[in-house]
């Protein structure tokens, strides 16, 4: 049974830093892109970065600049830290890790990040 848990939420003003993590577990296969999303309230889940398999990542234009997604294939974690952070950042974030070859796709609890003076 996969699991993926997320942590590393909490409130923090404006301009601060925050490092998320994601564990993946119940797996031997480290062949999954991780996607990160946020969803604030009223809006739709949106893509916020992703890194796969073997290392490339993407962001969106929003969090260039701002935000880096790393990951420990041998902790089976991914990262995603955070800095200069803004008001607009405050959401839920979800992890989403998805493995090659259609074996199948697996989301996080998520953890709340706030950002508020």
């Known amino acids: 049974q996969v699991q993926v848990v997320e942590s590393g939420g909490g409130l923090v003003q404006p301009g601060g830093s925050l490092r998320l993590s994601c564990v993946v577990s119940g797996s031997m296969n480290s062949a999954y892109n991780m996607n990160w999303y946020r969803q604030a309230p009223g809006n739709q889940r949106e893509l916020v970065a992703l890194?796969?398999?073997?290392?490339?990542?993407n962001y969106r234009d929003s969090v260039k600049g701002r935000f880096t997604i790393s990951r420990d294939n041998a902790k089976n974690t991914v990262y995603l830290q955070m800095n200069s952070l803004k008001p607009e950042d405050t959401a839920v974030y979800y992890c989403n890790a998805v493995f090659l070859g259609g074996a199948g796709r697996y989301w996080g609890q998520g953890t709340q990040v706030t950002v508020s003076s």
């Open positions: 890194i796969t398999s073997g290392g490339i990542t």
